[in-house]
């Protein structure tokens, strides 16, 4: 009988170099599980929306420095091309929402998967005369994005990613407008105090910030009914 010999032939077998591996389906399930942990844990950061998403966020900013034209266009009108590709370019079926960082940071529209919608929406945004608070419109498109689940947060600025709070628990991509060195002032504060005297004057107030890295040499013309009335020279540092 050979059946006193069958452990002694498989310890052979097991003891023998260079085998044929068995057919065993356990085990490229078991490695595919192994890269999708991998996958899952290394958090990966596509290039573009991410397509399994479902979610994308555009955080769009307004500010006043967003007119500025140290590019062949301006900042902004070069923010809506972008944006304009960046929506074109989504998969059908990604729910898309506009967040404008003006003063007060505000959803204009979404989510939605309507591109001509968006797109509309895009194109009536104007940039403002005013600053924005670009940290309070991260923080808001934070909060929405943790109702949505899986969702990109794409935050479109001239700004530097460096300058922004951009702790938030959604992927985060920043799109950067402008030039470093550019000629970047502008008016901050502007007042008109009536002059309590019995001639009819007024004064008028304005804060002029130079938001750019080197000294600035410009004139400040002052208007009333189109006519010219002041003129005054000043250097920013």
Same mark, same amino acid.
Do not use: W
């Given at each position: 009988s050979s059946i006193l010999w069958e452990k002694d032939v498989e310890d052979l077998k097991a003891n023998t170099p260079f085998q044929r591996l068995r057919g065993n389906l356990l085990l490229p399930l078991q490695l595919l599980v192994f890269v999708l942990i991998i996958f899952a844990l290394s958090r990966p950061f596509l290039k573009g929306a991410l397509a399994t998403a479902g979610n994308v966020i555009l955080l769009i900013d307004t500010s006043a420095s967003m007119k500025a034209t140290d590019i062949d266009e301006s900042r902004f009108t070069s923010l809506k091309s972008v944006s304009t590709n960046l929506i074109n370019g989504f998969e059908d079926?990604? $729910?898309?929402?506009?967040?404008?960082s003006g003063i007060s940071p505000k959803i204009i529209l979404g989510p939605t998967?309507? @591109? /001509?919608?968006?797109? @509309? !929406?895009? +194109?009536?945004?104007?940039?403002? =005369?005013?600053?924005?608070? !670009?940290? +309070?419109?991260? /923080?808001?498109?934070?909060? %929405? *994005?943790?109702?949505?689940?899986?969702?990109? !947060?794409?935050?479109? *600025? =001239?700004?530097? $990613?460096?300058?922004y709070d951009t702790d938030a628990n959604q992927p985060i991509r920043f799109i950067s407008f402008g030039t470093e060195d550019a000629k970047n002032v502008g008016i !901050?504060? &502007?007042?008109i105090l009536d002059n309590n005297s019995s001639v009819p004057e007024k004064? %008028? &107030?304005?804060?002029? @910030? +130079? &938001?750019? +890295?080197? @000294?600035?040499? &410009?004139? %400040?013309?002052?208007?009333?009914?189109?006519?010219?009335?002041n003129v005054r020279s000043i250097i920013l540092n």
């Open positions: 079926g990604t $729910r898309i929402t506009l967040i404008e998967s309507n @591109k /001509s919608q968006l797109l @509309k !929406i895009l +194109n009536q945004t104007m940039p403002s =005369d005013a600053p924005a608070k !670009i940290n +309070n419109a991260i /923080s808001l498109a934070s909060s %929405v *994005s943790d109702d949505m689940g899986q969702a990109e !947060i794409i935050i479109m *600025s =001239d700004g530097t $990613r460096q300058s !901050i504060n &502007f007042d004064q %008028v &107030f304005a804060s002029i @910030k +130079n &938001f750019g +890295n080197i @000294k600035q040499s &410009f004139g %400040v013309n002052l208007y009333h009914n189109n006519t010219l009335i």
